[in-house]
């Protein structure tokens, strides 16, 4: 019996980018995972405003300073992190090295700051509910903040070694811009409710 192959698939792609990508669609499903996380503590501070007409509970209003440093910061590092994108779309290994390595600092960054800015919420997360709500939300997302860095120093150092060169790496680069989005685009809420939201009342 002759056997022959009913289609040669040797020519295509190992790898792929966005929805191609089967790490695009796991990255998709934590985002869901984790942005229900961010609301369902968002839904319980607002729950908790409707509580109480004098919401901040007596404690002083928190500096927003750091934290409108940190979103600045975040928003910034938006157009790097799509500029890297079309690098590692288009695989070209020397920039996307050079942006991988200018996110890894952009990343730290506002990392720096948030050290500043619990001090700066002007409460402790034993006060009373409205500090306990303040440190759970900005907990939240420093926890996803470092995580995120943390993926993206070692995806940085796996860039400049010998498994920088297979073309998944640039499928993982692609991922990590997805995230980061992810990441950034989650703070403006919690930014708003944390600083924004007491002050109007």
Not at 6 to 35: K, N, V
Not at 164 to 173: E, L, P
Request: with cysteine.
């Amino acid at each position: 019996m002759n056997q022959r192959p009913a289609l040669d698939l040797t020519g295509l792609p190992t790898f792929g980018h966005g929805p191609r990508s089967p790490t695009w669609w796991g990255t998709l499903g934590f985002m869901a995972l984790e942005g229900m996380g961010f609301a369902l503590a968002a839904g319980a501070y607002l729950y908790l405003v409707t509580l109480w007409p004098n919401w901040r509970l007596s404690a002083p209003q928190p500096n927003h300073w750091p934290g409108s440093i940190v979103t600045l910061l975040l928003i910034a590092s938006l157009v790097p992190n799509h500029i890297l994108n079309g690098h590692a779309k288009r695989c070209a290994m020397r920039p996307a090295r050079i942006g991988m390595v200018v996110m890894s600092l952009l990343g730290l960054a506002p990392l720096v700051v948030r050290w500043f800015e619990f001090p700066a919420l002007n409460i402790y997360w034993d006060t009373n509910a409205y500090g306990s709500m303040l440190w759970v939300l900005l907990g939240l997302h420093t926890t996803h903040l470092i995580t995120d860095v943390g993926d993206t120093i070692v995806l940085t150092v796996l860039m400049f070694t010998h498994h920088g060169y297979s073309g998944r790496r640039f499928g993982d680069v692609g991922d990590n811009v997805f995230y980061w989005d992810f990441v950034v685009l989650t703070w403006i809420p919690i930014y708003l409710l944390i600083y924004w939201l007491p002050r109007l009342g």
